[in-house]
């Protein structure tokens, strides 16, 4: 092998983070399995390759037998004399064989499984890399968007994964060249390589986000109990302090606003209440209720977790929602079925679980 081949090997390795070890593995293996096709396809061809001394040592290992049984493993002592004049009946000799005589064939064989070997170790590195970030917040740029399926083709790094139309934020559009938070969902991997499951709809992503822009949640001092969301349109965040002299719900809207804005905007103006937790059932589902003012709750069951909530006649819709939709992220966030009524009497109306 020419000074070349071990230079463009360096260059893959600098230019593809993969290890030479691992290529010189590979290509090594490609030489075997071309280069025994000339000895029956017997297991006896070995390839040595010295990265330092820059050489390749291809050669066949023989048996030194009385009696040649098979031409393709064995050698007379005569025979293995010529090429180890030590050679004796029951030890074996090594019988080089140059790389040029190979042929194009081999070139060719050793060329396909240098790639796949590339292929391999890229997808394995990819692996690694992404599960190592498994259930984090990260920044993508979008590369481009199927016209017809609408998923999105992201940058991560230097590798690549596929946004789909469904995990995206409804009514969003994103734009090529753009950078965009996506939360890595899962990663497993599979025969074509790692699957790779990233979203914008998550609940995860607001999570993160919100560990991102306060230091007290990154820090431990205030805990995310738990996230409700409906993407593009509204989310609800339960937050609670394990430190009574800090405000949860002040430190997560940070000073004007600043940080639960932040928020807002890498969510593309999803609107988010933001939610006292408490041990106390009544006081949670009540606080998760907001921005309607609640009068009293009612605990039902607390087997199924079911509750009655009363409102102010005229806070009944905004109880509920548009479309149901604040009662049934409040319900999900407090994990609690929730029976709205107005203070006027009972409303059958609307429930949620």
């Excluded at 509204?234 to 932040?262: F, H, M, N």
Aim: charged share 30%; glycine share 8%; hydrophobic share 35%.
């Amino acid at each position: 092998m020419s000074k070349e081949f071990f230079e463009a090997v360096k260059m893959i390795e600098q230019e593809k983070n993969i290890p030479a070890d691992y290529l010189y593995e590979k290509i090594a293996a490609a030489i075997v399995v071309a280069a025994k096709h000339d000895f029956g396809g017997k297991d006896i061809v070995h390839c040595d390759i010295d990265p330092e001394k820059q050489k390749v040592k291809v050669y066949a290992t023989k048996n030194v037998v009385e009696e040649i049984e098979d031409p393709d493993t064995d050698l007379t002592l005569e025979q293995a004399q010529q090429i180890k004049k030590s050679a004796k009946v029951g030890g074996t000799v090594d019988i080089p064989i140059k790389t040029k005589n190979l042929g194009r064939v081999v070139a060719q064989t050793a060329k396909h499984v240098i790639r796949q070997g590339i292929k391999e170790a890229e997808r394995s590195q990819m692996y690694k890399e992404f599960q190592s970030k498994n259930q984090e917040l990260l920044t993508a740029r979008v590369v481009k968007i199927d016209p017809i399926t609408g998923n999105a083709t992201l940058e991560i790094g230097k590798n690549e994964a596929v946004l789909p139309r469904a995990e995206q934020v409804p009514g969003e559009v994103l734009k090529e060249d753009s950078l965009i938070k996506i939360f890595v969902v899962d990663v497993k991997e599979s025969g074509k390589g790692p699957k790779i499951m990233i979203s914008r709809t998550h609940p995860g992503l607001v999570r993160r986000l919100f560990e991102t822009e306060v230091p007290e949640i990154y820090d431990g001092t205030i805990e995310i109990k738990s996230v409700s969301r409906e993407a593009g349109s509204r989310t609800k965040i339960a937050v609670y302090s394990r430190e009574a002299d800090v405000d949860p719900v002040g430190s997560c809207i940070g000073p004007r606003g600043q940080r639960v804005s932040a928020i807002v905007d890498a969510l593309g103006g999803e609107k988010i209440d933001i939610v006292q937790y408490s041990e106390d059932p009544a006081q949670f589902i009540a606080a998760a209720l907001a921005p309607s003012e609640v009068l009293g709750v009612e605990i039902l069951d607390e087997d199924v977790k079911s509750c009655r909530v009363t409102v102010p006649d005229g806070q009944l819709s905004l109880a509920i929602g548009n479309k149901g939709q604040n009662v049934r992220l409040a319900a999900k966030l407090t994990g609690w079925k929730i029976d709205i009524k107005p203070e006027s009497g009972f409303y059958t109306g609307q429930s949620e679980e």
